[in-house]
């Protein structure tokens, strides 16, 4: 039996301080750990509707992103595709579709991959800023931790590239 195909996608915009929380919680994957082949860790940021292939593609998904679930902040969340709320309001372009409208356009074709989301809560989405708060850069090797447990129990093993201390 071949290994499903799995997607791990950390989703958010960077620019605007916690928002970015999947797209930095993927690259710390990226950078700790490496993948067998069946697996793709992918920073897909804000790229809405582009993201419909590589979500097609996959047989498990697992999303990072920011999600204001009313917990502290830098509180991790697991949930499935159906705690995800809709967009609500008109959409001004592709950039704008979220992930729960993704999934139901994905449902629609039969092509719906199982689908898991390592939900963060953030503290600040609305202003600009390249980095995030404190509560959300102290999070960030909880997230990891959280995805590869998430992995794991999958039976996806990750090797980790570095102990620690940082030693290769």
Do not use: C
């Given at each position: 039996?071949?290994?499903?195909?799995?997607?791990?996608?950390?989703i958010g915009n960077t620019?605007?301080?916690?928002?970015?929380?999947?797209?930095w919680a993927v690259e710390?994957?990226?950078?700790?750990?490496?993948?067998?082949?069946?697996?793709k860790i992918m920073d897909?940021?804000?790229?809405?509707?582009?993201?419909?292939?590589?979500?097609?593609?996959?047989?498990?998904?697992?999303?990072?992103?920011?999600?204001?679930?009313?917990?502290?902040?830098?509180?991790?969340?697991?949930?499935?595709?159906?705690?995800?709320?809709?967009?609500?309001?008109?959409?001004?372009?592709?950039?704008?579709?979220?992930?729960?409208?993704?999934?139901?356009?994905?449902?629609?074709?039969?092509?719906?991959?199982?689908?898991?989301?390592?939900?963060?809560?953030?503290?600040?989405?609305?202003?600009?800023?390249?980095?995030?708060?404190?509560?959300?850069?102290?999070?960030?090797?909880?997230?990891?931790?959280?995805?590869?447990?998430?992995?794991?129990?999958?039976?996806?093993?990750?090797?980790?590239?570095?102990?620690?201390?940082?030693?290769?």
């Amino acid at each position: 039996m071949d290994d499903p195909r799995v997607l791990v996608l950390g989703i958010g915009n960077t620019l605007m301080q916690d928002d970015g929380v999947g797209v930095w919680a993927v690259e710390a994957l990226s950078e700790d750990y490496d993948a067998p082949g069946h697996v793709k860790i992918m920073d897909g940021g804000v790229a809405g509707l582009r993201l419909l292939a590589e979500i097609a593609w996959a047989e498990f998904l697992l999303i990072v992103d920011a999600v204001k679930g009313g917990g502290a902040p830098g509180s991790i969340y697991r949930l499935g595709p159906e705690n995800l709320p809709a967009r609500q309001g008109p959409f001004f372009s592709a950039h704008e579709v979220g992930i729960a409208e993704l999934l139901s356009a994905l449902e629609f074709t039969g092509k719906l991959p199982k689908t898991r989301i390592i939900g963060v809560e953030p503290l600040e989405t609305e202003t600009v800023g390249l980095e995030p708060t404190e509560p959300l850069r102290a999070a960030l090797p909880g997230v990891v931790a959280a995805v590869v447990a998430e992995l794991d129990g999958m039976g996806v093993v990750l090797r980790r590239r570095r102990d620690l201390s940082g030693r290769r």
